[in-house]
């Protein structure tokens, strides 16, 4: 140990039920939700305040809106993101929303990337 103090990781993700794809508008249904553990795992499922579920961009790719954020970079009409991330999958951002009321993802507002699982399923 050289007194260096190693930083907090968090561990958290989102299950959305149809294909990443450009759009200008808010596209998936009630199914997606976003989940974290830490320490203890969190579930948060569509409030039904809003439909803000998935949009995507070359950008960045933003799962549920409408929160009141303080970051320029990841707010936008819509407000903030329960999950927010940058093109490269290398900063993201989280703030509580209403489309799933959850509480923030990260222990950061923003936040660096230090790992990205990707998954698919198909019939």
Known sequence: NYGCQSPVTSVFGAFCSDP???????????????FSFGPDFQQYRWSGENSYFV????????????????VPVWVSSWGGFALWLDADLYRGGSISCPTVHNAPLSTHEDFTVLDVEVWTVHN
């Open 20 to 34: 990443f794809r450009v759009s200008k508008y808010f596209y998936d249904a009630g199914e997606t939700f976003l």
């Open 55 to 70: 949009s995507s961009s070359w950008e960045s790719l933003q799962i549920g809106g409408g929160g009141i954020g303080s």
